[in-house]
């Protein structure tokens, strides 16, 4: 049975699924590049950074902790933490490298909530790295519509790291900075409000009632709210009772007025100006 820590990061996670119409993947530099041995360079950088060991081996330094990578792993970088790459032995090395953003809503850093940043061996997401390679591969050759499978597919790489880690099956071994280590808090101590959020999405909700959850005022809970996940607590309920009768109008088992009530709205009027709003059709229209 996982414990209270690891339910913490699983619920945490959901945010995914939940704002996941919210999440934007912008890859700034894809390309590959072959280093000598004794190769060393030392660098920060201001996006993640994803390498695909393709021959060689590295080892990183963060700090005072030095990490191997051989070929046919990954290393993931986050941004301005500080490394030292050097390749290995009297062969060269060679990896493709791609600069990312990944965010929620405003919230570009949303994977420094996650201890991701590390090596990932490659029988963790083979299939995903498969999928990565063949689409870039497609990149390479500028053929059609390869930039945007190049983006599906690191996407679907990504996802795949941030399930193992979900699962408990990868951790980041790479150290975090005091700032990274602050982030990893935002999440954890808003749990309690997702989980509220969560068991009376059927009521209406009211912020000051989630702030004192936690303890916070009203002003300083939406500015927390939004630093940790990019939107703002009200945008956030929002989305997740729109998912919801999506969900409930899709089994077709209720009215719109029953699903109205089920989703905490006073009226049905006031629940389809919600949902028009929204899905850009009125529920009755919606299937």
């Not at 989630?210 to 303890?215: D, N, Q, S």
Request: charged share 20%.
């Amino acid at each position: 049975m996982p414990n209270s820590t690891e339910l913490i990061t699983i619920n945490s996670l959901n945010i995914f699924n939940e704002l996941s119409e919210l999440v934007v993947l912008r890859i700034n530099t894809c390309n590959e590049v072959i280093h000598p041995p004794h190769w060393i360079e030392s660098k920060k950088h201001f996006d993640y950074d994803l390498w695909y060991l393709q021959e060689g081996q590295i080892e990183i330094r963060i700090n005072e902790s030095a990490y191997n990578a051989t070929a046919g792993d990954l290393i993931l970088f986050s941004p301005k933490v500080a490394y030292t790459a050097t390749s290995i032995g009297n062969k060269d090395c060679k990896f493709i490298f791609t600069h990312f953003d990944l965010g929620i809503g405003d919230h570009l850093g949303i994977l420094d909530n996650y201890q991701l940043s590390g090596i990932i061996r490659n029988p963790l997401v083979k299939e995903e790295i498969r999928l990565f390679l063949d689409a870039y591969d497609q990149y390479k050759e500028n053929a059609p519509m390869s930039g945007i499978r190049l983006k599906g597919c690191l996407t679907i790489l990504i996802a795949k790291i941030i399930e193992q880690y979900g699962l408990g099956q990868y951790q980041g071994e790479f150290t975090y900075d005091t700032h990274a280590r602050k982030q990893t808090t935002y999440l954890d101590t808003l749990q309690p409000v997702f989980n509220y959020i969560e068991d009376h999405l059927h009521q209406s909700l009211h912020i000051k009632d989630l702030a004192k959850i936690v303890g916070m005022s009203e002003k300083y809970f939406i500015t927390y709210f939004k630093q940790a996940l990019g939107v703002p607590p009200g945008r956030y309920i929002y989305q997740l009772k729109m998912n919801q009768a999506r969900n409930l109008l899709y089994k077709g088992l209720y009215s719109i007025k029953e699903i109205a009530y089920m989703l905490g709205y006073p009226d049905p009027y006031s629940f389809s100006k919600a949902f028009k709003k929204y899905y850009k059709v009125p529920p009755s229209q919606f299937i």
